[in-house]
Structures are given as structure tokens and as C-alpha cells.
């Protein structure tokens, strides 16, 4: 564990997602929801936390889609850029900004970058033979030439990589290559042409001792990294075709010509920081504290097949801008598959197989709380894991609902109904009384623990342990009996309850938002917004607990429980592949 408060801020990113598409519950679960959790817990903490993300618009699938819809490629980013950033805000998902690749300043940005690499000597140019079309007159870059792998034997591999079996080989090894174009299925030819290689053997020697200086870092991240480190080679960062950034050399061989979009998307994150400063502040220079002070903490999250580019690659752009800041830590995660109800076997989520969901399909039916506490019930942090309708509905009516929601609600009415609306003023307490209140700051430091470790599965289970050993405390100390009998003792008990009602408003906050903001108006508590200036820490707030004669609001239902019917027909409307 690295000791976080040496750090005067925190950015944290998440990954660029492809505007080509709509996000989908694995997008969700690998990058952005427990990049969200985390800044929501570090905003209530009041430390300062910049979170940015923003589509990567760049790149051949967004050429052959357009292509493919008979439309320019603007009006394809366009048409996913709003839909992606509607559905993160459907979901809760608090973005200081989400940009995009396509704006200007990162045409800027990025072309800076690339300076810089070239004029350290880390570029070079390479003749390559690549396929090309004659019918279409152009080179084939990535998907727009299909064929056979020489791996695996899989027929729908495209240029230089195969979407089965993750095999990367150089196009001429390609089987039975034909062109992948609307109109044009023709055989191409290999033809000589030059590109431009990223040197990034050169970064090896600096990449492997920073490495070894995390030895916190995630198994499954470092098994990835050190397993590319060792192996650095010259990488092309360039692509025929008109669409992306273009490279700004005088070269006659630059025309028709831009960079990959793997070279500019992590870029992305500096560009939108730029603009974050430039539109909230309205200060060019706001970002570089964030980028180039060592006092910044920067976090990555991404899902496992992003792993490669932000722990080799894009810290090895940063060390040849020569002022930049290095990733403290790379959250990765494995994969959300999906549970088939018809097989009951875990299924890759894939197109092809119409079993994927999307976001704004399963917001359009399901409350952001409830999706979000099933999400970080199952992520993926060190092993791949399923979404299962069955288990979303037993999860979330069974631990959010039955046992924090039912808690607080029981909690909450008896102390409206017998004390007048307020905190009651607790007689002296006994053992029970006082092992509970003592429980919940250190209950609530476990908590923080966990998220500040990234175990998001973990703090949520001891979010939900608040709730069940408060059940216990309520059962056992019975008010609904001892209010016939003895109001005194009565009040003391829902003093306490009440207190441990505070404590899950602040400790489910990161998680469950919605609810949470309910709650603090029930309570009459505020949860302090915090943001990139930093602010109040509302999170340790909670353990000054709720004064006596505090006044309540009449409690409404914080989870409404999901309907088993509903469940069950949406099940299958996914099930028919209807889920997108
Ligand atoms: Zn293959």
C-alpha cells in the first residue's frame, strides 16, 4: 500500500471508450464504475480529485461504420459521443469532463507529444510491405482487410490481429486476405510504403526499475507488464487513412497518412485536462499542476486489455515529454461475462452473439442505485465474473434492500412516530448500546480502507456488514416492545440507531449516490460536494454521529425492491439478444 497522503491531488482517469457504439455493462464494471467510486470517496473525504474521461473518435471502425450507414464519419462520433456520455450520466458516472479526441486541442496536443518523441530520437520511419487494393486504390489498414489467422484459423481476422485467439502477426501472414470495404471484397497485393515506429526498446531501461517500484499493484497487472517490458520493440504509431491526427512532419510521405489511434488516445486524457482547465477555470496552464507536479497522484482505470498501453506504452510517451508524471497505479480488472440462463455457463459478452447490455437499455428499466450495487457486488477485480439476472435480484433486493434499506426504514419511523420527529435524547447506555456506537467509526474506516486500496467488492460487503450488525443490535434490543413499556430505553435505542443511520448514509455514498442523497435529506446531514479544489471532509464528518433533538424526515423507501416478473421479462428480452 503506498502511503496516499503524500499527495497533494489525485486525477484519475478512464479509459477512453470507442465512439463507434453504444457502452456496455463490461465497459461499466472493468473502467468507469469503480473509477467513479473512488472519486466519490475521495470528493467526500475533501481531498482534491480531478476525474476525466471523453470518447476516442478516431480510428478505422469508425471509417467503415460510416461507410457501411452511407454517412460522414462526424456524424457517427457525433451520434456515440452524446449517446456515451448520456448513458455514464445515467449511471451516475461523475466525469469532471468528458472530451473529445476530434476537438482541436488534441489535434495540438497530441502533435506536441509526437515533437517531443522525435526530437529525442524515439522515432523512426520503417519501409513495411502492407496489403493494398487496387479496386479502391488505397492501402488496407486493420479491419479493412479480413482473412484467415495464421494462429488459430479463424476467418474473420482482420490486418494484424485476431479477435479470437489475441494473436498479433504481420499482414503478410495473414491467410486468404481479401478486402473488408462496402463494394470491395477484391484480393489485395502487398505493396512497399513507410510508416512511423515509436522506439520503445529505448524505454525499457526506465520502464523496468519504475515497475519494480510498485510492487502494490494488482498481480494481474504486473503479470501483463512486466510480460510486454521484457520484450520491447519498435511499434508503428501511423495509419493509412484520412481520419485521425495528422503528423506533423514535412515529409512527403506523411500525406494520406495519420497516427494510430492507439498512439493518441491515452493523450486524450492531458487534451481533456486542458480543456477542463480552460472552460471551468479559464486558465490555460490549470492542467500542468495535475500532469507535471510531483505532488499528483494519477490512477488509471481500465479494463485488462487496456493494460498493456497504460502501463509500457503511454509511460513511456510521458518519460520522453521529459516533465510528466508517471501513473502511481493501474486499476485493471478481468472481464464481466455473461451468465446464459438457457445453458447456466458464463458467455463472453459479445456482438456476434447478441447477448451484450447495454447501459441505456438497462437504465431505461432499472434504478442507477440498483445497477450500480449489483455491479460492484460481482466486479471483476482479480478474476472474470458474470451478470446474472437471478443473482442481480437476490443481491440487491436481499443486501441493499432487506438489509440497509429495511434497517434504516424501521429505524427511521418508530423514532419519527414515538419521539416527535427528532433524534431522542439516549438514557444511560448499556453494553450493547455503547459496543455499537463505538463499532461504527471503525467500522466506517474499514471502508475507506478498502477503497483506498481499490478492493471496491470489499468495501461494499462492509458497507452491508454496518447494516446486518445493526439488525442484530435492533432485533435484539426489540424497541417495538420496550416502547409499550419503557420509552426511556426505547429512545436510547433509536439514539443509537439513528447514529448508525448516519453512518451508512456516508459510508454508501461512493456506491449507491441516489441513495445516499436521500438519506442525508431524511437526516437533515449534508454530504459536501468536494471536487478538484478539494473541500470539507464530509466522510470522517459522519463519526461526530447525529445530535439528540435533531430533526427527522418522515422516511420514504430509500431501495424500492425490483419485482421478480420484471426481472424475469426483461431476462428474456435479453435473452432474444434485445438488450442493446
Ligand atoms: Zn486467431
Redo the contacts with the bound molecule.
Keep these: 500500500m503506498s502511503a496516499q497522503r503524500k499527495f497533494e491531488r489525485t486525477l484519475v482517469t478512464g479509459a477512453l471508450p470507442y465512439a463507434n457504439g453504444h457502452i456496455h455493462l463490461g465497459h461499466i464494471a472493468g473502467a468507469y464504475l469503480p473509477a467513479d467510486v473512488y472519486v466519490r470517496y475521495k470528493r467526500l473525504i475533501g481531498e482534491r480529485v480531478l476525474f476525466v474521461c471523453g470518447s476516442d473518435e478516431y480510428g478505422v471502425p469508425i471509417t467503415l461504420t460510416a461507410l457501411k450507414e452511407g454517412i460522414s464519419p462526424n456524424e457517427v462520433i457525433d451520434r456515440y459521443h452524446t449517446a456515451n456520455a448520456d448513458a455514464f450520466a445515467g449511471l451516475g458516472i461523475s466525469f469532471d469532463i468528458y472530451g473529445r479526441t476530434s476537438w482541436p486541442l488534441h489535434t495540438e496536443t497530441t502533435q506536441a507529444f509526437f515533437k517531443n518523441l522525435y526530437d529525442g530520437g524515439y522515432v523512426e520511419k520503417q519501409e513495411m510491405e502492407l496489403w493494398y487494393s487496387a479496386q479502391s486504390d488505397r492501402f488496407l489498414p486493420d479491419r479493412y482487410v479480413k482473412g484467415t489467422?495464421?494462429?488459430?484459423?479463424?476467418d474473420e481476422?482482420t490486418g494484424d490481429e485476431?479477435?479470437?485467439?489475441?494473436?498479433q502477426y504481420s499482414a503478410h501472414d495473414l491467410v486468404d486476405p481479401h478486402a473488408n470495404i462496402p463494394g470491395d471484397s477484391s484480393t489485395p497485393e502487398l505493396r512497399k510504403t513507410v510508416h512511423w515506429f515509436l522506439r520503445l526498446q529505448d524505454f525499457t531501461e526506465r520502464l523496468k526499475p519504475w515497475l519494480d517500484s510498485h510492487p502494490e499493484w494488482r498481480a494481474n497487472v504486473k503479470g501483463i507488464a512486466y510480460g510486454w517490458v521484457n520484450d520491447l520493440r519498435s511499434r508503428c504509431i501511423t495509419r493509412d487513412t484520412d481520419w485521425g491526427v495528422p503528423i506533423p512532419l514535412d515529409d512527403p510521405d506523411a500525406a494520406g497518412k495519420r497516427f494510430y489511434v492507439w498512439f493518441d488516445n491515452a493523450i486524450g486524457y492531458v487534451t481533456n485536462t486542458r480543456r477542463w482547465g480552460i472552460d471551468t477555470r479559464g486558465d490555460e496552464q490549470a492542467w500542468e499542476e495535475w500532469w507535471k507536479d510531483s505532488g499528483t497522484r494519477l490512477l488509471h482505470f481500465l479494463g485488462k486489455d487496456n493494460v498493456p498501453f497504460h502501463t509500457v506504452m503511454f509511460p513511456a510517451y510521458l518519460m520522453g515529454q521529459g516533465d510528466y508524471i508517471l501513473p502511481d497505479n493501474v486499476i485493471g480488472n478481468e472481464y464481466l461475462n455473461i451468465m446464459n440462463h438457457e445453458t447456466g455457463k458464463e458467455e463472453k459478452g459479445s456482438k456476434s452473439k447478441g447477448n451484450m447490455i447495454s447501459v441505456r437499455w438497462l437504465t431505461a428499466h432499472f434504478s442507477t442505485d440498483a445497477i450500480r450495487y449489483y455491479l460492484c457486488a460481482i466486479m471483476p477485480e482479480s478474476r472474470d465474473a458474470a451478470f446474472d439476472w437471478d443473482e442481480f435480484l437476490n443481491r440487491y433486493n436481499g443486501e441493499l434492500c432487506d438489509v440497509v434499506g429495511n434497517f434504516v426504514h424501521r429505524s427511521l419511523t418508530m423514532t419519527v412516530k414515538n419521539f416527535d420527529g427528532r433524534v431522542p435524547t439516549p438514557g444511560p447506555l448499556d453494553e450493547a448500546d455503547q459496543a455499537l456506537l463505538d463499532s461504527l467509526p471503525q467500522q466506517l474506516d474499514e471502508v475507506a480502507e478498502s477503497l483506498e486500496n481499490f478492493r471496491f467488492r470489499q468495501a461494499l460487503e462492509r458497507f452491508i456488514e454496518i447494516g446486518r450488525k445493526a439488525n442484530q443490535y435492533f432485533d435484539t434490543k426489540q424497541p417495538w416492545v420496550t416502547r409499550k413499556t419503557d420509552l426511556e430505553r426505547t429512545g436510547t435505542t433509536l439514539y443509537c440507531c439513528c447514529q448508525v443511520c448516519r453512518t451508512l448514509c456516508t459510508a454508501m455514498a461512493p456506491f449507491v449516490p441516489e441513495g445516499a442523497a436521500r438519506l442525508a435529506a431524511l437526516l437533515g446531514v449534508a454530504l459536501p460536494a468536494g471536487g478538484p479544489d478539494g473541500g470539507e471532509d464530509g466522510w470522517n464528518a459522519a463519526k461526530s454521529g447525529l445530535p439528540a433533538d435533531s430533526p427527522l424526515q418522515k422516511p420514504e423507501v430509500l431501495f424500492p425492491k425490483l419485482d421478480k416478473d420484471v426481472v424475469d421479462e426483461l431476462a428474456e428480452e435479453h435473452a432474444r439478444g434485445e438488450a442493446f
Aim: proline share 8%; charged share 25%.
Design positions: 489467422c495464421p494462429k488459430c484459423g479463424f481476422a485476431c479477435e479470437r485467439c489475441g494473436a
